[in-house]
């Protein structure tokens, strides 16, 4: 009996060894299974050790002996390879761990905000692309969201991951969609690494180094670094209001009859609860002028053949912030204002016959509900698959208050977070500085465009930053031009999204930029449009054009110079070689001005690869605007493109004063 004691224990003993040994050697979470390694460029792999003593790293027929220093850090440098793999790293000290199915291929980082962060299950026909999302030649990392006021070297968390259409599911749109078309266009693997974050502002993208630089933020940066310098620093302050915060909420769920009697329980019993139409606000459903928390819930019938199979509920645009639940069991959440609430509910949780939605819905202004436009908004669906079934959600559901905004305890303020320079930065870029990449691709903008003048200087910044921390010479930087939305506009007038394009415009100055024009696929009424397949296709040919030796491909025509005769203006393009074309019966989206500076909807007509606008109101034009307001395709029809079908970036041919100008 003793000796199959003895023998169990060192059974146990050598199954811990490779695990102990690892503990030995640790690698940040950028090196992980399933890995991309960027081809044609000397391949990097560091880390740190608690025992700085010599090891063996092994990667594709090359050994390397590694020799710590004495603080721990380590890094060894393969020389460059072709795309190819599955490759398998070994790391060998006393024992033996590996790395394994890497491919060499091309990394490119993909980040900005919301539109960015836009996952594979929002978008248009979800269904059919997450069923065609399994490809293990593109892997992607999805980076943690984090905040911090020094530099890291690590992330806390992730690793990569095969493109399945299980894990797509969540994964950025715009960056599969970008990879999807790479890969098919150049048959390289291809690995994304998202990191965005909705709603933050370019500032808190770049570096502490560089932000400083710039006059609107030195003072800014001056009391960060002062405050980083006491014991009331980032860190303990964003640890101080974590814990405020979370003592804020765990008061409000001890005082919301909703969670104490957990309402959102399939067995509760809701007789009593009132009737809300949805889509629709509770103002107009019983609740006039409530702000605060009100609970949801609707029960459906789902048919056997959808038992047991993982679903996406489709709840449109709610207002505000929301919890929700199905059958009991928490599927999602969004605690700031905004975007679609389409969650995945996995199949464990899904029944035949009678399941639950349960939803609270927090609204501190203005009215409280489902806000989307359509009924056809709300449903519930399989995941994947070219022909699923939907059940609409539209119509009635049930609706208790549980608690009104003024009976909230106070919420703690938090003085730093995500509009902090260089927090996102830190924390979500620096860990990345010392991997070798292809390139990035950028969406954001929308946070910035209030103060779109400002962006004019704090763009180039950002993209000159990131490429010196870096050191990889002029990485090629691709991005988005902002997409129509802020309304329709009857008139011409000035529009804060229209100067942040064109600020994106004037970036393209900067080596190795390209961009993508979106104007043309977006929504007046959303700020977060779902044909993410077209925005990926454009960054893709701006890739293949700029990075992958395709320069026969065209990008979307940009403004060259004009010609003033009479009372008409020559416009002419760039990228326009094959001529130019009109989507409509009548060219639209121009708009002239005379010494008044009073813009007025003009006429237009295609000259061979050139414009000619006029008005019969204006007899001495002296300024022509194109696509120039914040949903340019709904306003006026902006619906001119080069033949290859890329829609023409809006422009002006004046230098008035923006708009935004004194905006900091």
Not at 260 to 267: F, H, S, V
Request: glycine share 8%; net charge neutral; with cysteine.
């Amino acid at each position: 009996m003793r000796t199959n004691r003895l023998s169990g224990f060192y059974i146990i003993l050598l199954t811990l060894l490779p695990l102990l040994s690892y503990a030995q050697i640790k690698l940040p979470h950028i090196f992980s299974d399933d890995m991309v390694i960027q081809r044609d460029k000397p391949i990097e792999i560091w880390g740190t050790t608690t025992k700085p003593k010599p090891f063996t790293v092994s990667f594709a027929g090359v050994n390397m002996t590694v020799k710590p220093q004495k603080d721990g850090n380590w890094s060894v440098e393969f020389p460059a390879m072709k795309a190819g793999g599955p490759y398998q790293m070994k790391f060998q000290t006393d024992t033996v761990f590996n790395l394994n199915n890497i491919l060499i291929g091309d990394i490119w980082i993909c980040s900005g905000q919301s539109n960015m962060e836009f996952s594979m299950k929002d978008v248009y026909n979800s269904a059919y692309e997450l069923s065609k999302a399994n490809n293990s030649n593109i892997r992607s990392f999805r980076v943690p969201k984090e905040l911090s006021g020094v530099p890291h070297s690590d992330f806390s968390s992730g690793k990569w991951s095969v493109a399945t259409s299980e894990d797509v599911a969540n994964t950025s749109a715009v960056a599969y969609f970008f990879a999807k078309n790479i890969y098919e266009s150049e048959n390289v693997p291809i690995g994304i690494i998202c990191t965005y974050w909705g709603g933050s502002p370019i500032e808190s993208w770049t570096s502490l180094q560089s932000i400083g630089q710039h006059p609107d933020f030195s003072k800014q940066v001056e009391d960060f670094i002062a405050l980083q310098k006491t014991d009331d620093s980032f860190n303990s302050q964003q640890k101080c209001y974590s814990e405020l915060f979370y003592q804020w909420q765990k008061e409000i769920k001890e005082t919301d009859p909703g969670y104490i009697e957990k309402w959102y329980l399939p067995n509760y019993n809701s007789a009593g609860w009132k009737i809300l139409n949805a889509p629709g606000y509770w103002e107009y459903n019983g609740l006039p002028n409530y702000d605060g928390v009100v609970w949801l819930r609707k029960e459906i019938n789902i048919p056997p053949f959808m038992a047991k199979k993982a679903l996406l509920l489709n709840l449109g645009f709610l207002s505000n912030y929301d919890d929700t639940w199905f059958n009991g069991v928490k599927v999602g959440s969004v605690s700031y204002d905004g975007g679609r609430r389409i969650y995945k509910i996995p199949g464990t949780e899904v029944h035949e016959g009678e399941n639950t939605i349960a939803i609270r819905l927090e609204n501190t202004s203005g009215n409280g509900g489902f806000i989307s436009l359509k009924e056809s908004d709300l449903f519930i669906r399989e995941m994947t698959g070219a022909q699923v079934l939907s059940i609409p959600l539209a119509g009635k559901w049930l609706y208790k208050p549980s608690m009104k905004l003024n009976d909230y305890p106070s919420k703690p303020k938090d003085k730093l977070g995500i509009n902090t320079p260089s927090t996102l930065y830190n924390a979500m870029i620096a860990p990345l500085t010392k991997l070798s990449i292809k390139g990035f691709i950028w969406y954001q903008g929308e946070s910035n465009s209030w103060r779109a003048y400002q962006y004019r200087s704090l763009f180039p910044l950002m993209i000159n930053d990131w490429r010196k921390q870096f050191n990889q010479g002029d990485i090629p930087f691709l991005f988005v031009q902002l997409a129509g939305y802020s309304g329709i506009t009857k008139d011409p007038i000035e529009s804060t999204w229209a100067e942040l394009r064109e600020a994106q415009t004037m970036t393209l100055s900067l080596p190795q930029t390209g961009m993508a024009v979106a104007i043309d696929i977006g929504n007046p009424f959303d700020v977060h449009p779902t044909n993410k397949q077209e925005v990926g296709r454009r960054l893709a040919l701006e890739a293949q054009r700029i990075v992958y030796g395709k320069p026969e491909l065209k990008s979307s025509p940009l403004y060259k110079g004009s010609e003033f005769k009479g009372n008409k203006i020559i416009i002419s393009f760039s990228n326009v070689e094959n001529g130019l074309i009109s989507t409509g019966e009548k060219l639209g989206g121009f708009a002239i001005a005379d010494s008044t500076k009073k813009f007025r909807w003009a006429d237009a007509r295609i000259d061979k690869n050139n414009v000619v606008v006029w008005s019969d109101k204006i007899k001495k034009p002296v300024a022509v605007r194109y696509g120039w307001t914040g949903a340019p395709i709904e306003s006026n029809d902006a619906n001119l493109y080069n033949k290859e079908g890329l829609p023409v970036s809006p422009f002006r041919t004046d230098d008035w004063e923006c708009f935004t100008r004194n905006n900091k």
